[in-house]
């Protein structure tokens, strides 16, 4: 069963602004991973945020984590074009992903 | 870092035909190692995973089949596809002591017909 969720399922944002994507998750967690996909490749690691973390940054990426509502968001500020694509959280030993939300940036 | 190699990156299959798809890991030793399947437009969905040689744990009863002969070889396999075993499949190596982050490979796309 999957144990991340993201929401929304789908976004578009113009250039330049931000994007957030939050993640639930149902079972107690050690860490939480965003993983980002460009269509018709692997994934690619993002950000890791452990469960005595409340916030992570790196470069424009922050992510948040709130153990109590079982919940974590990515932020992407000032987003580019380069940015379209899937992004997923993973939770878990043996990492289970979320379905994923699909970010189009427009130039 | 490791660097994942996945081949072939598409694949077109007849119903009741064998598969081998093949993973190998360069630039780590003793990986986890982990077999995904994505459905178009869908999450991931782990389908095996192994922890060392010849040590296969399978997540979803189904028509597919996984081994591992090296230490940094993965493979998955079947002995007669179905429709349903269309999609796009993705190895990932893990190195649990030093980082617990997942590397990919850049996937097959499995068309079955």
């Known amino acids: 069963s999957q144990q991340g969720e993201e929401d929304p399922q789908a976004l578009s944002i113009q250039e330049g602004e931000n994007a957030t994507m939050n993640c639930s998750y149902k079972?107690?967690?050690?860490?939480l991973q965003w993983y980002r996909q460009n269509s018709g490749r692997g994934l690619v690691h993002l950000i890791l945020?452990?469960?005595?973390?409340r916030e992570k940054h790196s470069g424009r990426l922050r992510v948040t984590l709130d153990t109590s509502k079982k919940s974590s968001s990515l932020l992407i500020t000032a987003s580019r074009a380069a940015d379209t694509a899937s992004y997923f959280c993973?939770?878990?030993?043996?990492?289970?992903f979320g379905t994923g939300t699909r970010l189009t940036i427009i130039p | 870092s490791q660097t994942i190699h996945q081949w072939p990156a598409t694949l077109v299959q007849p119903v009741g035909s064998p598969l081998s798809l093949e993973c190998t890991v360069e630039?780590?030793?003793?990986?986890?190692l982990y077999w995904y399947r994505q459905a178009a437009g869908r999450g991931l969905q782990l389908l095996f995973y192994?922890?060392?040689?010849?040590?296969i744990s399978s997540e979803v009863p189904q028509n597919l089949s996984a081994s591992r002969p090296q230490d940094r070889q993965f493979i998955l396999s079947s002995k007669k596809l179905l429709l349903s075993d269309s999609g796009f499949y993705l190895c990932?190596?893990?190195?649990?002591?030093?980082?617990?982050?997942?590397?990919f490979g850049s996937g097959t796309q499995l068309s079955v017909l």
């Open positions: 990932a190596s893990r190195v649990w002591e030093t980082n617990e982050k997942l590397f």
């Open positions: 079972t107690s967690i050690n860490n």
């Open positions: 945020i452990r469960s005595n973390e």
């Open positions: 993973a939770t878990g030993g043996k990492l289970t």
């Open positions: 630039g780590t030793s003793n990986p986890n």
């Open positions: 192994s922890v060392g040689i010849g040590q």
